[in-house]
C-alpha cells in the first residue's frame, strides 16, 4: 500500500472530519470511499467515450490494422 498526502485547507478539512464524525467513520475511509467512487465514475465515463471513437472511427482502426499487418512490417 502507497501513502497520498493531501494538503485541505481547515475549512475542508473540517467538514471532512465533520462528515467522518457523523459517519462513525474515520477522514481516511470517507476519503477512500470517494476516490474510488470517483474513480468509477470517471472510468466509466473513459470507457463510453473510447468505445464511441472506436465504432466512429472502426473503418480506419481496421485499415491501420491491415497496415501494420501488412509487408514491411
Known amino acids: 500500500m502507497s501513502d497520498l498526502l493531501l494538503p ?11 462528515l467522518a464524525d457523523a459517519l462513525g467513520r474515520t477522514p481516511e475511509e470517507v476519503v477512500l470511499e470517494a476516490l474510488r467512487g470517483y474513480l468509477r ?12 471513437l472506436a465504432r466512429d ?13 501488412g509487408p514491411g512490417t
Open 41 to 52: 465514475q470517471e472510468g466509466g465515463r473513459v470507457r463510453v467515450v473510447a468505445e464511441r
Open 8 to 18: 485541505l485547507d481547515p475549512a475542508l478539512r473540517q467538514s471532512l472530519d465533520d
Open 57 to 69: 472511427h472502426a473503418d480506419l482502426l481496421r485499415r491501420l490494422g491491415e497496415r501494420r499487418g
